[in-house]
């Protein structure tokens, strides 16, 4: 078994989205080949009802699947297909744009005014890239649960994990998607397969992610693995890319720690990615701009 070493840890950082929502941006339009299969990852976490209210009026996107998690409050959302619904604190909203959507998500805060949760885009192959849209709106109670014997909880959003399997399927990119939560003091590995990109995303306590699969070289024998130099410690808001291995190691602080920890194929394909709209080719991209100019986007998108 190969540790994954932690090859980045870094802060998100903050953002204003949509008609002025503030937020925080782990990571997205940058460089895209460390998180291949993913574009992007917004923690939209905030207490203040003026700084989220304004939500994300109508959009298009194209190319991309989004995936909404949402922890406290709600998110309301419409498209152009029809659809409307609510998402609720626990539930997930995983909506394949293809060849064309536009749609609009509107955050509404709980009774103490919290809006909590992530939205995480996962770019689309060039074979599916101008596939039909589609929604796949899972309920909290859908979502399997796992807790291990030494305390360690396991919400399965996609994908499959100690022998659970999440509701959200037909993903491209086969992602696993997992909420994980570990208890004060806990040391615990994980299995992350080792052609996957993988990174995780700690949103409550602390933790320190091992860096190394050998022996680490420590003063003393009293010395324990977590205080050796390598491993860093990741708390809230802390974005941990890892890279390649079969597991990911993490000692937990006296507060425990939870975290997102998403791993996907990468598709290893040219991105050309401007604002909501991913695709191959500039080309490509100005098609699709050139649409929405003209009003023909959504016309295009209902083509069979």
Same mark, same amino acid.
């Given at each position: 078994?190969?540790?994954?070493?932690?090859?980045?840890?870094?802060?998100?950082?903050?953002?204003?989205?949509?008609?002025?929502?503030?937020?925080?941006?782990?990571?997205?339009?940058?460089?895209?080949?460390?998180?291949?299969?993913?574009?992007?990852?917004?923690?939209?976490?905030?207490?203040?009802?003026?700084?989220?209210?304004?939500?994300?009026?109508?959009?298009?996107?194209?190319?991309?699947?989004?995936?909404?998690?949402?922890?406290?409050?709600?998110?309301?959302?419409?498209?152009?297909?029809?659809?409307?619904?609510?998402?609720?604190?626990?539930?997930?909203?995983?909506?394949?744009? $293809?060849?064309?959507?536009?749609?609009?998500?509107?955050?509404? $805060?709980?009774?103490?005014?919290?809006?909590?949760?992530?939205?995480?885009?996962?770019?689309?192959? @060039?074979?599916?890239?101008? *596939?039909?849209?589609?929604?796949?709106?899972?309920? @909290?109670?859908?979502?399997?649960?796992?807790?291990?014997?030494?305390?360690?909880?396991?919400?399965?959003?996609?994908?499959?994990?100690?022998?659970?399997?999440?509701?959200?399927?037909?993903?491209?990119?086969?992602?696993?998607?997992?909420?994980?939560?570990? @208890?004060? $003091?806990?040391?615990?590995?994980?299995?992350?397969?080792?052609?996957?990109?993988?990174?995780?995303?700690?949103?409550?306590?602390?933790?320190?992610?091992?860096?190394?699969?050998?022996?680490?070289?420590?003063?003393?024998?009293?010395?324990?693995? @977590?205080? *050796?130099?390598?491993?860093?410690?990741?708390?809230?808001?802390?974005?941990?890319?890892?890279?390649?291995?079969?597991?990911?190691?993490?000692?937990?602080?006296?507060?425990?720690?939870?975290?997102?920890?998403?791993?996907?194929?990468?598709?290893?394909?040219?991105?050309?990615?401007?604002?909501?709209?991913?695709?191959?080719?500039?080309?490509?991209?100005?098609?699709?701009?050139?649409?929405?100019?003209?009003?023909?986007?959504?016309?295009?998108?209902?083509?069979?």
């Amino acid at each position: 078994m190969s540790i994954r070493p932690v090859r980045r840890l870094v802060k998100s950082k903050p953002a204003v989205e949509g008609a002025g929502v503030h937020l925080r941006r782990a990571f997205g339009f940058g460089a895209t080949s460390d998180f291949d299969p993913f574009l992007l990852l917004d923690d939209f976490r905030n207490d203040v009802p003026e700084d989220y209210l304004a939500g994300f009026p109508w959009h298009p996107h194209r190319g991309i699947e989004t995936i909404t998690y949402v922890l406290a409050g709600t998110v309301e959302h419409g498209d152009s297909m029809g659809n409307s619904g609510v998402i609720a604190a626990g539930d997930v909203q995983w909506m394949t744009a $293809g060849r064309g959507i536009v749609h609009q998500e509107m955050p509404k $805060g709980d009774p103490a005014g919290r809006m909590h949760g992530f939205q995480l885009w996962a770019n689309l192959p @060039a074979s599916l890239k101008m *596939t039909s849209p589609r929604y796949q709106e899972v309920k @909290a109670a859908e979502i399997p649960a796992i807790t291990d014997d030494d305390g360690t909880h396991v919400r399965v959003v996609c994908g499959n994990f100690w022998g659970a399997t999440g509701p959200v399927d037909g993903i491209a990119a086969d992602p696993i998607y997992l909420d994980v939560s570990i @208890a004060p $003091g806990r040391r615990k590995t994980l299995p992350v397969e080792t052609t996957r990109h993988a990174f995780a995303y700690v949103f409550a306590g602390a933790g320190k992610f091992c860096n190394a699969s050998g022996p680490l070289a420590v003063p003393t024998e009293a010395v324990g693995w @977590a205080d *050796t130099a390598p491993p860093s410690e990741a708390d809230n808001r802390s974005l941990v890319l890892f890279d390649r291995g079969d597991e990911v190691t993490v000692q937990a602080g006296e507060d425990g720690v939870r975290f997102l920890l998403v791993s996907g194929k990468p598709l290893k394909e040219p991105v050309a990615w401007y604002g909501p709209i991913v695709m191959n080719t500039q080309e490509q991209l100005q098609q699709a701009f050139l649409e929405l100019e003209r009003g023909t986007f959504l016309q295009s998108a209902a083509r069979p």
